[in-house]
């Protein structure tokens, strides 16, 4: 009798739980703004739910897809050029609170560099799946590096440097994952030294925002005022929170209280209980990720698992960071919680790909 293959069960129900309790949070942190905005305090949630129906329906889609179908080259390449043609219309549409990040057609907005992120993995675990013999040649890595350098520099001049990172160690990841050599991951990792310092410290507000890190009780109500209200936000919450819809820090207090610092209110309103049951998702989903990972039948599949394992947890974790100070501030959405359309729906379909992996293992 043959085997019977189901789905990643505790993966399923994490990340349903997170999108849920994301949509809780999405209303509790934006109502007075959606009703300041656009006199409804529903705008934000609503539009919230739409991605979260439309990244279930992808979620669904590609569970029930054989995830080796993903490795025709007209599926890869196809989705490569769409996403460098998308990064690059961006710079020719109107700019949105100064940066060219979003593609818009009417109600509707897409923004690619969310896009790039899964068709980088995509990318990469079909590439490197045909080159594992040679993977440690620099005839190899040569399209790996023009690929993720185009798309970085893409990202990067929208300007969005936090992506760009994230981007970076995704790719890192999976590489590490395929057994690329230490010494070709130090050199790139050297390499990458001097273009970082040279992106931040050349660029007036990112180094605004190094200070404001480094000393943000010098300049609380300047460079440093938003992460002062997220860490007051946080001190607020104590244990167990004030409550649900509750919390004062995001009455025009913290700047982008919906998006990328969604986990202040949180931390405000549920406590340190509630931020550690967060956190203790995202371990989840990297516990079965690796797990599916492992077990997955071939090269592709296992590169897959660590390459949409790599681009949750490690949003997430830059996302944590920033929020209790720990790194310097980057636009990084929370995935499945943060305030985000594209974000929502590419992590959601990410999902899907993952599971459709647990049912071969």
């Given at each position: 009798?043959?085997?019977?293959?189901?789905?990643?069960r505790p993966l399923f129900a994490t990340t349903l739980a997170l999108l849920t309790f994301g949509l809780v949070m999405v209303f509790s942190a934006s109502a007075l703004t959606a009703a300041e905005q656009s006199g409804s305090p529903y705008s934000f949630v609503a539009r919230q739910a739409v991605g979260a129906l439309i990244g279930l329906a992808a979620l669904v889609g590609l569970m029930r897809l054989d995830y080796r179908k993903l490795r025709e080259p007209a599926v890869v390449?196809?989705?490569?050029?769409?996403?460098?043609?998308?990064?690059?219309?961006?710079?020719?549409?109107?700019?949105?609170?100064?940066?060219?990040?979003?593609?818009?057609?009417?109600?509707?907005?897409?923004?690619?560099?969310?896009?790039?992120?899964?068709?980088?993995?995509?990318?990469?675990?079909?590439?490197?799946?045909?080159?594992?013999?040679?993977?440690?040649?620099?005839?190899?890595?040569?399209?790996?590096?023009?690929?993720?350098?185009?798309?970085?520099?893409?990202?990067?001049?929208?300007?969005?440097?936090?992506?760009?990172?994230?981007?970076?160690?995704?790719?890192?990841?999976?590489?590490?994952?395929?057994?690329?050599?230490?010494?070709?991951?130090?050199?790139?990792?050297?390499?990458?030294?001097?273009?970082?310092?040279?992106?931040?410290?050349?660029?007036?507000?990112?180094?605004?925002?190094?200070?404001?890190?480094?000393?943000?009780?010098?300049?609380?109500?300047?460079?440093?005022?938003?992460?002062?209200?997220?860490?007051?936000?946080?001190?607020?919450?104590?244990?167990?929170?004030?409550?649900?819809?509750?919390?004062?820090?995001?009455?025009?207090?913290?700047?982008?209280?919906?998006?990328?610092?969604?986990?202040?209110?949180?931390?405000?309103?549920?406590?340190?209980?509630?931020?550690?049951?967060?956190?203790?998702?995202?371990?989840?989903?990297?516990?079965?990720?690796?797990?599916?990972?492992?077990?997955?039948?071939?090269?592709?599949?296992?590169?897959?698992?660590?390459?949409?394992?790599?681009?949750?947890?490690?949003?997430?974790?830059?996302?944590?960071?920033?929020?209790?100070?720990?790194?310097?501030?980057?636009?990084?959405?929370?995935?499945?919680?943060?305030?985000?359309?594209?974000?929502?729906?590419?992590?959601?379909?990410?999902?899907?790909?993952?599971?459709?992996?647990?049912?071969?293992?």
């Amino acid at each position: 009798m043959p085997k019977r293959l189901a789905y990643d069960r505790p993966l399923f129900a994490t990340t349903l739980a997170l999108l849920t309790f994301g949509l809780v949070m999405v209303f509790s942190a934006s109502a007075l703004t959606a009703a300041e905005q656009s006199g409804s305090p529903y705008s934000f949630v609503a539009r919230q739910a739409v991605g979260a129906l439309i990244g279930l329906a992808a979620l669904v889609g590609l569970m029930r897809l054989d995830y080796r179908k993903l490795r025709e080259p007209a599926v890869v390449y196809s989705l490569l050029c769409l996403t460098v043609f998308l990064l690059g219309a961006v710079f020719f549409l109107d700019r949105s609170h100064n940066t060219h990040r979003w593609v818009r057609l009417g109600p509707l907005s897409l923004q690619p560099s969310e896009m790039a992120k899964p068709t980088l993995i995509l990318f990469l675990a079909y590439y490197l799946e045909t080159r594992l013999k040679t993977l440690n040649e620099w005839a190899t890595l040569g399209p790996v590096l023009v690929y993720l350098g185009l798309i970085c520099a893409l990202v990067v001049a929208e300007p969005d440097l936090g992506t760009t990172v994230a981007l970076a160690l995704i790719a890192t990841a999976m590489l590490f994952a395929v057994g690329l050599r230490w010494r070709l991951l130090g050199a790139g990792a050297a390499a990458s030294v001097p273009l970082l310092y040279l992106l931040i410290f050349s660029v007036p507000y990112r180094r605004e925002r190094i200070l404001a890190f480094l000393h943000p009780w010098k300049d609380a109500r300047g460079a440093a005022f938003q992460i002062v209200q997220s860490l007051i936000a946080l001190g607020s919450g104590g244990l167990s929170g004030v409550g649900l819809m509750n919390g004062r820090q995001k009455l025009f207090f913290l700047p982008e209280a919906h998006t990328d610092f969604i986990f202040a209110v949180v931390g405000e309103e549920f406590g340190w209980i509630g931020c550690a049951l967060v956190v203790a998702g995202f371990v989840v989903i990297l516990w079965r990720g690796m797990r599916i990972a492992r077990r997955a039948p071939d090269v592709f599949g296992r590169l897959l698992a660590v390459g949409v394992t790599s681009m949750i947890v490690i949003q997430a974790l830059i996302n944590f960071s920033v929020v209790t100070s720990l790194v310097p501030n980057k636009g990084i959405p929370l995935p499945f919680i943060s305030y985000g359309g594209s974000s929502l729906i590419f992590s959601l379909a990410a999902v899907g790909i993952l599971l459709s992996i647990s049912e071969q293992t």
